[in-house]
């Protein structure tokens, strides 16, 4: 068992103390997150501002498959590389010779 002692310190000492155990129990964590590294996911707002278009037009384009999307507790998603990767062979499709 570990022998505590306990202080007078302010607030702000003890919530830099609990910042930096907290810190050092998920770093680790973090660290083996990093080894399976996943694209992160985008909300639609970062698509529509990407893409200069509407949620009406994302919307559409997700109803007619034009792009992949994910679904997070009810919410969308979508991976750049995905959408990217989507808009550009719709692209070559559109104006194969």
Same mark, same amino acid.
């Not at 384009?61 to 062979?89: C, D, M, T």
């Given at each position: 068992?570990?022998?505590?002692?306990?202080?007078?310190?302010?607030?702000?000492?003890?919530?830099?103390?609990?910042?930096?155990?907290?810190?050092?129990?998920?770093?680790?964590l973090f660290k083996k997150g990093q080894e399976n590294y996943q694209e992160e !996911? #985008?909300?639609?707002?970062? $698509?529509?501002?990407?893409?200069?278009?509407? @949620?009406?037009?994302?919307? +559409?384009?997700?109803?007619?498959? !034009? #792009?992949?999307?994910?679904? $997070?507790?009810?919410?969308?998603?979508?991976? @750049?590389?995905?959408?990217? +990767?989507?808009?550009?062979?719709?692209?070559?499709?559109?104006?194969?010779?």
């Amino acid at each position: 068992m570990q022998n505590i002692s306990i202080e007078n310190i302010n607030i702000e000492e003890l919530k830099s103390l609990i910042k930096e155990c907290v810190r050092e129990e998920i770093n680790p964590l973090f660290k083996k997150g990093q080894e399976n590294y996943q694209e992160e !996911l #985008i909300s639609i707002d970062e $698509v529509t501002g990407i893409f200069k278009v509407s @949620k009406v037009t994302i919307h +559409k384009w997700k109803r007619k498959g !034009l #792009i992949p999307f994910h679904k $997070v507790n009810r919410k969308l998603y979508f991976k @750049k590389s995905e959408l990217l +990767k989507a808009i550009e062979q719709d692209t070559r499709n559109r104006y194969r010779l």
